[in-house]
């Protein structure tokens, strides 16, 4: 590991810190029955589907095309997820049989 | 008037409880999971058990684990987090009404405010005769329990259980595309969403896996803030 005891307790102290800002702040903020400007009721609608294709990148940011398995389980096992996904919609089945897929293909075959 | 307080309290529990049920099943096998990955990423159980305590945000916590093990960037881990969390800025503002006057359990029902317990509390519908203060907390609480208790489960079982777990971070890739797909079915208009896929993709590229996250972050929010009269002429998404 390379950071350090103190720097991981900085690390979650900030994630605790972003994530209680984004749950106190409308409460702080709008304490009568003022209206929320538009602009911030704008981006509470688009963020999440940005934010989301974000984390699916980030997620597979160490992903090499061009070399050791070419992100063929990634590719594999994501389309497993959306088949799944849009067939039964059950959101536990459609993680747990992508993540399975994954296993058995990096552990067996890549 | 303690009996009659006491009676209200256990009213407001068998309530609550069966609207948790569902989350009972997702936040173990969910909560189970992040400990494994945890132990996996080299944790020992201590970081899921407190983290799961503390933070109570399911998706932030396995970025969390990613950002420990990478290289020290506090600002870098407010920001994803912000980013990540934004959603709950809207909860708390349809939530503005809801939780007004009810004293010191306001302060627990905002800071274990995840997408669950929120949508149980928004939605619920809460009998007349039931004390609403502590129907929200035990949902809150239990929910809270659930995933704490999973998490730490995890953490615990994957130091002793010995099975070959390569591949298991997947897990998290697996959830991210589920929960993005889920927004893409709910959306009629799907530019943000795949302006969420290209840009970091091209920041990817330009900046490198360590770097690209912060810059990924500041073009999302400068195309979505350029592109506002487009996205929202063509009917708003969900």
Known sequence: MSMTFSQQVITIAMVVLGTMLTRFLPFLLFPGEKRTPAYIQYLGRVLPSAVFGLLVVYCLKNVHLFSGSHGIPEAVSIALVVGLHLWKRQMLLSIAGGTICYMLLVQTIF | MVQLERKKIKKAF????????????GFWFLGMTYGVYMHVCGFSFWYPMVMSLVIFAGSVEFVAANLLLGAFNPLQALTLTLMINARHLFYGISMLEKFRGMGWKKFYLIFGMCDESFSINYTAEIPSDVDKGWFMFFVTLLNHFYWFFGATLGGVLGALVQFNTEGLDFVMTAMFVVI???????ETKHTSALLGLFLPTVCLVLFGAENFMLPAMAALLAALTLLRTHIEKGGASS
């Open chain 2, 180 to 186: 993005f797909l889920e927004q893409w079915l709910k």
């Open chain 2, 14 to 25: 068998q309530a609550a409880f069966p609207h948790t049920i569902p989350i009972f099943t």
